[in-house]
């Protein structure tokens, strides 16, 4: 079936470093890519995603980069800052439905 | 713009309980789902709802789990009798096509099965 692959799973940072979360997807008919934020006890809440028809999207510090060809997509975080502390999820559209897969997750700490 | 909405918020039961969550999903939101996120885990879908018919259910442990949207807007998760296994943040979201079917996620209502 379809399956998502994020790496690493705990990632650990100084303040104003850059993070790098990567993603794989098995389904080549998968279209769109959000990531999510999600705090201790909170909702995950997007934060930046891509379509398939775009190789790359940035949005101030974060950024999204797909590779259709690989099947993998990646997150990109600039002068990381401790707020940025939380567990950062993909997902990938199963086919191209509104239906989403997610990997299994990525905790990063930002240590001032 | 109000979010999704959940209750209640925690909820310890003990095996082979009863158990209900409630969602409101953002206004004029068509679609709503349900996923399951076991600690530690992302989360998984459990239904999708197209107004008030079910979309994909097919991840849906049906012999326990039941799930419905009679008039196409709040929408009723039912687990009976829950397993210990059952313990998991049920996690209500909705979209719409306006949105671009960008998801929106509620707070989650935290199930622990003792």
């Known amino acids: 079936g379809e399956n998502v692959e994020q790496h690493p799973s705990t990632l650990s940072v100084q303040e104003g470093d850059s993070a790098v979360i990567k993603c794989t997807y098995s389904d080549s008919a998968s279209n769109y890519f959000p990531w999510y934020k999600q705090e201790l006890g909170k909702r995950p809440q997007l934060i930046i995603d891509?379509?398939?028809?775009?190789g790359e999207k940035k949005d101030q510090r974060i950024a999204v980069t797909l590779n259709k060809t690989a099947k993998h997509f990646s997150l990109h975080i600039t002068e990381t800052q401790p707020e940025d502390s939380a567990v950062y999820f993909c997902a990938a559209s199963i086919h191209n439905t509104d239906k989403l897969i997610f990997g299994t997750g990525t905790r990063l700490q930002v240590f001032p | 713009e109000a979010g999704v909405a959940q209750s209640p918020r925690y909820k310890i039961i003990e095996k082979r309980q009863s158990v209900a969550f409630w969602c409101n999903p953002i206004s004029g939101h068509a679609t709503l789902y349900w996923y399951q996120q076991i600690l530690g885990q992302g989360p998984k879908l459990l239904i999708q709802?197209?107004?008030?018919?079910?979309?994909?259910d097919s991840q849906l442990p049906k012999d326990r789990f039941s799930a419905e949207r009679l008039k196409g807007v709040d929408s009723t998760l039912k687990i009976q009798p829950a397993k210990l296994e059952d313990s998991a943040v049920y996690l209500c979201?909705?979209?719409?096509?306006?949105?671009?079917?960008?998801?929106?996620f509620g707070e989650g209502s935290w199930l622990t099965v003792v």
């Open positions: 891509i379509r398939s028809n775009v």
């Open positions: 979201a909705s979209s719409n096509t306006v949105s671009g079917n960008t998801i929106y």
């Open positions: 709802f197209q107004n008030n018919g079910v979309v994909d």
